[in-house]
């Protein structure tokens, strides 16, 4: 059963991540237009697309960084955005910058903690950011994102610098928020090992025009 | 909402202390007062007549040093991306900013101030409407700093235009402040205390206002 915003019952719908006709303009250039797609809870998307086609901008469009130039988006309720920052501040220590943001979200001190052991970087926790690597940041990354209870996950390249023990512990890890009825949109080159119901690939607008 | 802009609030604080960002104004403030007697020579008349002038100039100058680090680490490590996706607004982060920044730069302040007039030799009542006038003026210095590193977030050479921008912005601050040292009817500490709330109520929405465009 495809199900459109339309044929389905607006309390359906609420909980599900639609982007309806968005274009998105940096600067004078259009990055896409019209672009239509539905996630459902437990449905992961993902985003593939030459460099500087706008992935990071919708990513950002959708986390409600960036206004869209037309068209609209429906959120399912909080989300939480994984870019290349990390968001963390360099000079304290993991769990105290972890906990800054747990506080803020209302989350407690266990979320920080399980966030720590599911990312595998329990043993840092008294490590300073500015001593860490970039597969241990990217696993920083993933672990302030886990302790938020945000139902949307929004990945831009989260793979990038974990070997492959790690990308296959993120693949569990995305794959529990999913079966707890999660969303996910990532923007990857690198396969992860997770099943994406959606397969969204942005070209580059001037070539799409030459093709019609 | 009020949990949000505490731990805000108290983060930014807790960084500026530890950091020791927040020293440097105070002891750039005590050089400058240390210099001037230097300058101008030992004569005491001159220096109980210009002193408490000099400690204002010296207040404003300060007020440049932290510019760089109140608004773009935060941005460039993505911490204000984070807060805007949970929800908070760019008027509530500055508004947040300016309570944290001023309580990392009006209290040391106001400390290095009494401290430095000693060295110009103010004593009693000229001292301690000089400590009102900056007690006073500091939350107005503080919404400045952050309206101002907001604005050149992002701009090569921000130091230097924040200079150019503050003194025009801090002109009516002076002349109410250090003129409150030599009015005798309190009502230049009234004007001091009508341009300080203006610049604190406005500062939130300025600064927002720099930090949305800034994110286009």
């Known amino acids: ?58 990513l950002r469009l959708i986390a409600g960084l960036l206004d869209a130039f037309s068209g609209r988006v429906n959120k399912p309720g909080s989300v939480a955005l994984c870019d290349d920052r990390m968001a963390l501040d360099e000079h304290r ?38 001593y860490f690597s970039t597969g241990q940041r990217q696993r920083a990354r993933l672990a302030r994102i886990y302790q938020t209870d945000a139902k949307l996950w929004l990945l831009d390249e989260p793979a990038n610098g974990l070997d492959t023990s790690s990308v296959e512990l993120m693949g569990k890890i995305l794959q529990a928020h999913l079966d707890d009825g999660g969303t996910i949109l990532a923007a990857s080159h690198i396969p992860l090992p997770i099943d994406f119901e959606l397969s969204v690939r942005l070209a580059p607008l001037e070539q799409l025009e030459s093709t019609i | ?145 952050v309206m101002i590193a907001a604005l050149t977030a992002g701009l090569k050479g921000a130091g230097a235009l924040g200079g150019l921008l503050l003194i025009p912005l801090a002109i009516p601050l002076l002349i109410f402040g250090a003129g409150s040292l030599s009015d005798q009817s309190g009502s230049a500490l009234l004007f001091l205390g009508a341009v300080s709330l203006l610049l604190v109520a406005i500062t939130p929405f300025a600064a927002g206002a720099a930090l949305k465009a800034g994110r286009e």
Request: glycine share 10%; with cysteine; hydrophobic share 50%.
């Open chain 2, 1 to 145: 909402m009020i949990a949000s802009l505490s731990a805000l609030i108290w983060r930014d604080v807790r960084q500026s202390y530890a950091s020791g960002g927040t020293w440097l104004p105070v002891i750039f403030y005590l050089s400058a007062a240390t210099l001037f007697p230097f300058a101008v020579g030992p004569d005491r008349d001159l220096l109980l007549q210009t002193g408490g002038g000099i400690l204002w100039i010296a207040a404003l100058l300060a007020t440049l040093l932290p510019l760089d680090r109140l608004i773009q680490p935060d941005l460039d490590n993505g911490v204000h991306d984070q807060l805007i996706v949970r929800g908070l607004t760019d008027e509530f982060i500055a508004l947040g900013r300016l309570i944290s920044h001023w309580l990392a730069f009006g209290p040391p302040l106001l400390f290095a101030a009494f401290l430095a007039s000693g060295l110009m030799g103010l004593e009693g009542n000229p001292l301690w409407t000089l400590l009102a006038s900056l007690a006073i003026a500091t939350p107005a210095l503080a919404g400045l700093a």
């Open chain 1, 93 to 130: 220590s993991l769990e105290q910058a972890l906990s800054f943001w747990a506080r803020l979200d209302g989350r407690t001190v266990q979320t920080t903690q399980e966030a720590l052991s599911k990312a595998g970087i329990e043993h840092l926790s008294e490590v300073p950011i500015r």
């Open chain 1, 1 to 58: 059963m495809s199900a459109g915003p339309s044929s389905t019952l607006q309390e359906d719908i609420d909980n599900h991540l639609i982007a309806d006709g968005l274009s998105c303009v940096r600067g004078d250039k259009m990055l896409f237009r019209d672009l239509n797609f539905v996630l459902k809870p437990g449905q992961a998307g993902l985003l593939t697309g030459p460099n500087g086609v706008g992935k990071s901008s919708l």
